[in-house]
Structure formats: C-alpha cells, structure tokens
C-alpha cells in the first residue's frame, strides 16, 4: 500500500517529521528504490530504519522487515503506526484471532511494512502465501546474525539466504550496526548479496563519552556514577545472572528505581521489567547481555559495563543504546584484572577450535582496547577499520591524558620484526624474537638468526604488547583475523620505517587510570528551558500512558528540546519542529501548544 506520488524527502518531512536525510541515507533509499540490493553498515542511533522503511512507502507493495526480537518488531511498529504508516508484526506474541487479522491484511494489500522473525517467514506455508502477495522489498535487520564471525550469531539467519534465489525481482536491503571486514563478507556469501552495493557509514557516535575505570569496591563506583545522575536513564550489564541480582539489590536499597532482567528470569517478568524501562517508569535495567537487540529507547543517558564484554562489537553495540537521540550520553567501564582471565575460561570451553580462535582474537582485541594509552575513540573507530584524524577530547584518555614519549625506534624495531618473520606470526612470537625467547620453535624456524632476534631486549614483554597495541590503534598493522591473528604491515608503515615520520607514544600503564568524573550533574547540557522541557515531559509521559505506549513513541527527548528552545506556538512553527509529522501534529499538536503557549504568556 505505497503512499502514492510521494517523493522520499515528502515522506521523510510529512510522516517521519524531519527536514532532512543524514549522510548516506538518501543514496540508500534511491538505491532500494530502483530495485538494487544493499548492504548498510551504519552505528545504533544512525538512522537505518528509514532506509528501508521509507522505499516501502514509495515501492508498491509491502515490505517484509525480518527482525530477531518480539520486542523490537513490537517497538518499531509502535512508532510507525503513530507516525500513520499501515504497519504491522506477525510472531508468537499473537493469539489466534491477532493472527488471523494480520494474515488477511496481508492479503488484502492493506499493509505498508509487515514485521516477521526469520524462521517464520521461512517456513513453507508463509513462503507461499508471499509468491500471491506484491512485494516491495525485503529488510534483512541485525543482519551480523548471519556470520559465525558476528557478536550474535543465530542460526535461523541462515536459511534467509534463500530469498535470493526465491524472489530473484525484489530487493534485499541487509542492515546491521557492526560489522568487520570478514563479518560483511560471510553476511553477502551468506545471504547471496555479492552484487549488493555496500554502505559504510562512520561508526564514530561522537555524542557518546568513553570511560574505563580500574575496579576498585565497584558497587560504590556504580552508586557514584548512577547518583550523580539522578532522573536519567541508563543500562547496566552484568556479566552473570548472579551479579545481575546482586548489583540490582543494591541499587533498590538505596533506593534507585531498578529492575533485574536475565534470561533465568520468566519470560513475564522480563517483559514487566522491559516495558518499565520503556515506560520510564523505572530508572535503570540491570542485565546480562540478554537484553540486547531490540532496545529502541532513545532517551537512554548512559550505559555502564560491569564487567569486561567478550568482544568489542559487544561493547559497541551496547554502548550505542546510550544517546540514540543524538543527546550527550555516557559508556562507562569498570574494568578489572579478573575480567580477562574468566572471560577465556569460557572461551576454552567451547570445542570448536575455529569458533574458540574467533572468540580469543576478540577478547584479545577487547583487553587492547581497555588498555589502550591512545584516544579511546580512535582505537574504536580503527577497530572497524575507520581512521580518525584528531583525537575525540571526549574519553578518559583524552581529558586526562597518559605519559608520552618518542617511540620511534622502538616501533621501527617492532614492524622491522614483523617484517623480517615474513608477516606471517602474531603478537606473541614477534615479542619473543625482539626479545631473544631461548625457545625451540624460534631455532626451528631459523629465527634466531634473524637481524631483529634480540634487539629489544631492553624493553619488558609487557612494554612491547604495548607498543604493539598502539601500533594496531594508530593503524601501522593490522591483525588478520582470518588467518590465525598474524600481524601484517600497512601502507601507513612504511614512512616511519624509511625515517621520514616519527611516532609519540603513551608510556605504558601497569593500571587503567581513572578518567575524571564529569562535573555535568545532568549530561544533557542544550540551550532550551528545563522548566518547560519538565512540564513537556510530564505531559508526553501522562499522554503516553494513557495510550499504552512507551513515551518516545510519542515524541523524543530531542523533540522536546527543540520544542523547550523555539517555543512554537503555532502549528505551522509546531510542524517545523524535528520529529513532529502530520499525524502527529493532529494527535498531540494541540495539547503541547497548549503548554507552550500558557508558558510563554507567563513569562514574558
């Protein structure tokens, strides 16, 4: 049901609420358009949703948007339907009759985007009915579930490569939040994608600061942290369903509206506590990483990791459910000594050895990234394979800055090893060459007599991990992670080898330093009045509950901002405000006009 003789920016302007497309999305929606495959790799909070959302409306026929989770389905068809776009889910979450109802809107044409989990638009029975029914596209979303190298790897992702092949005339859009070089590459094999054109966006979500802070008596720390930031919103993850509990008690004893939420936990008190935190009705969720996708609240202020995440995509992605509004928001991470050691128990566990290798590449580059001397963000950023330019002045390291000297010839001695080994060793071996290791694999592979055997004897073992490190971060080498983790040279290399750059290093740290507290007591720091922004929320909060809806499907924090600074008070300044549509403007115009108005005659 395509809203007829509409251009996408109409769309974007008189449904979504927004005057104009981010960087790529434009290219993405005309691509969909014309009937193109796609492969978008874009950050949480970077706008991917409309990229296929918006082709369905102009396409005919329905889009069919495979999503992993009931909640997240249930969140996105929410804000669709209140922005007036025939959207619907179609899961276990329905009873017989919910079903029915869906299947015959399906049917008669009457839906402009119908969301399905991947095994039941698989199965053969819904598979058939799709070949009666016009297509628009298909929306493959957290497509890195596809990949044995992703974070989330579920196997009835598999089976959705066969769309291909079934519906060879409908576009596939694939869209995921985090994915390497080697993920992207199993997600098109995967899902047959090799002629999709690829989409990278910048990963760098630079309203968010980075923390990492040495344990020491954390649920103090987390006290602190969460106190100096009373009415916001923010995650805490747990490595354990025991530290979930644990942690929660102590939140509620001191009297911070929280809610534990773990897979040990009935699926029915899950779903209480989710919707609370969807709600505002309580402050912070505490909980292992089985909340993960699916967590649409933009208006969440922080997230805290407790312990050390397996990977830095999990890391990334659960950071990015802080500040999806664009607002200042915080990642913290209380990192300590026993993080790591329990972390590759675990991994030792698994009896996969290729799965095991994967598993203890991350992890490693995990400790690298808590460790690192250099920009929190420019190491994040490298990780994915982004280069930034200067450093962010938004993370520990760069607001409370480590010890730096020149290391350039230390680093012109750890590439020329790396050179010398044939670019085909990891971290490990190249540090017992520099080292001059008496160990026999180093004789057996005639090592020894290498030029580099034993010229950085004056450095420890841990000082040269470091140097390595800051290599990776700053872009000098890579690690194949396809091939058993060895270091490899890049072009960037080369100079420093010739003498024609230096390189300043940060001395290295036997402990993480503390980065300085924020002294914002609230982080959201806008010209706009928090007086009327209150009152605006309070009645977003009173209207919201009324319909059964999670606030910020009524409108977002930063809508409400923008709405505290501009104090429009007709409904055409109403209209120009970002987020506020035409159904919007009809269901809720009048009532925060309303507001606007009687604040702006009391105070003037």
Not at 284 to 311: C, Q, S
Not at 553 to 562: G, T
Request: hydrophobic share 40%.
């Amino acid at each position: 049901m395509a809203i007829a003789s509409t251009t996408p920016e109409e769309i974007l302007r008189k449904i979504f609420g927004f005057s104009h497309f981010r960087a790529s999305q434009k290219t993405i929606i005309d691509s969909v358009i014309n009937g193109e495959d796609n492969l978008v790799i874009m950050p949480t909070g970077g706008g991917k949703s409309l990229c296929y959302q918006i082709p369905a409306l102009v396409r005919s026929g329905v889009g069919i948007v495979v999503s992993p989770l009931i909640s997240l389905m249930e969140d996105q068809v929410n804000a669709l339907q209140s922005n007036g776009v025939a959207a619907a889910y179609y899961n276990s979450s329905l009873d017989s009759q919910g079903a029915r109802k869906v299947l015959a809107q399906l049917h008669q044409q009457e839906l402009d985007l119908l969301y399905v989990a991947p095994e039941r638009l698989m199965s053969p029975s819904f598979l058939e009915r799709l070949q009666e029914i016009p297509l628009a596209l298909f929306a493959i979303d957290e497509a890195h579930c596809v990949s044995q190298w992703g974070h989330d790897f579920r196997p009835e992702y598999i089976q959705l490569g066969q769309l291909r092949s079934l519906f060879p005339e409908i576009p596939v859009i694939a869209l995921t939040a985090t994915a390497d070089a080697q993920t992207r590459a199993d997600i098109r094999q995967r899902l047959s994608l090799q002629k999709a054109k690829l989409h990278i966006a910048s990963f760098d979500r630079p309203n968010i600061r980075y923390t990492i802070v040495e344990k020491h008596k954390p649920q103090n720390q987390l006290l602190e942290f969460i106190s100096a930031r009373a009415q916001e919103a923010g995650i805490v993850y747990c490595m354990s369903r025991k530290r979930v509990e644990e942690v929660c008690a102590r939140l509620q004893k001191e009297g911070i509206a929280a809610r534990a939420y773990h897979a040990g936990l009935p699926t029915t008190e899950r779903q209480k506590a989710q919707a609370a935190f969807q709600r505002d009705d309580i402050q912070i969720i505490v909980a292992t990483i089985a909340f993960g996708m699916g967590i649409d609240k933009p208006n969440v202020r922080f997230v805290v990791h407790y312990e050390l995440p397996k990977h830095i995509e999990n890391y990334y992605q659960e950071t990015g459910r802080a500040g999806r509004d664009g607002l200042p928001s915080e990642a913290l991470l209380l990192y300590g000594t026993g993080d790591i050691p329990q972390l590759r128990s675990l991994i030792e566990r698994n009896e996969n050895p290729t799965q095991k290798r994967i598993e203890l590449h991350k992890l490693n580059a995990m400790a690298a990234f808590s460790e690192a001397q250099t920009c929190r963000r420019k190491v994040l950023l490298n990780y994915f394979g982004e280069q930034l330019e200067q450093a962010c002045n938004n993370c520990d390291i760069c607001l409370n800055p480590p010890l730096t000297y020149d290391a350039t010839e230390d680093c012109r001695k750890a590439l020329s090893c790396v050179f010398r080994v044939g670019q085909n060793y990891g971290v490990g071996h190249v540090i017992d060459v520099l080292r001059a290791a008496d160990k026999q694999r180093i004789k057996d592979l005639g090592h020894h007599r290498l030029s580099t055997y034993g010229i950085g004897k004056h450095l420890s073992q841990e000082a040269w991990a470091s140097i390595i490190r800051q290599l990776l971060h700053h872009g000098l080498l890579i690690q194949d992670l396809a091939n058993y983790s060895v270091l490899r040279l890049t072009d960037l290399a080369r100079p420093l080898l010739r003498g024609e750059t230096t390189l300043i290093l940060a001395q290295p740290r036997t402990k993480p330093v503390t980065g300085k507290k924020s002294k914002q007591k609230n982080a959201v720091n806008l010209p706009h009045d928090t007086g009327l922004f209150e009152q605006l929320r309070k009645l977003r909060k009173r209207l919201a509950d009324e319909a059964g809806l999670p606030p910020f499907v009524i409108f977002s924090d930063a809508s409400l901002m923008e709405m505290a600074a501009q104090l429009p008070t007709s409904t055409s300044a109403f209209l120009a405000i970002n987020g506020v549509g035409q159904r919007k403007l009809a269901q809720y115009g009048e009532e925060f006009l309303q507001v606007i108005t009687n604040f702006t005659q009391k105070n003037t």
